[in-house]
């Protein structure tokens, strides 16, 4: 199994900036594409962006030149900065890993955009 601990939310104003962290631990073999996701109350979890082993990443187009995603392999963590934050970008954030053994989420992490 692969245990990850996430760390970063919190509450911050309209504009603000935030970074969240994921570390993974326990039976690693070698993490594949790592991500986030989040899940706003009465919506669906929807992807925000991950990253391929080789640093290749993809975005949500409402977070595109806001959010940066990165990712250290040395230390199987991944981040997620996220700058100009907007009320609409509340909501739990979870961390999530693939390997050959499945893939891994993270219990979450709140984040609250408001004045």
């Known amino acids: 199994q692969v245990q990850l601990v996430e760390s970063g939310g919190g509450l911050v104003q309209p504009g603000g900036s935030l970074r969240l962290s994921c570390g993974a631990s326990?039976?690693?073999?070698?993490?594949?594409?790592m991500g986030w996701y989040r899940q706003a109350p009465g919506k669906e979890r929807e992807l925000v962006a991950d990253?391929?082993?080789?640093?290749?990443?993809d975005y949500a187009d409402s977070v595109k030149g806001r959010f940066t995603i990165s990712r250290d392999n040395a230390k199987n963590t991944v981040y997620l900065q996220m700058n100009s934050l907007k009320p609409e970008d509340t909501a739990v954030y979870y961390c999530?890993?693939?390997?050959?053994?499945?893939?891994?989420w993270g219990q979450g992490t709140q984040v609250t955009v408001s004045s």
């Open positions: 326990g039976s690693i073999i070698g993490l594949g594409t």
């Open positions: 999530n890993v693939r390997q050959l053994t499945g893939a891994y």
């Open positions: 990253i391929t082993r080789s640093g290749s990443t």
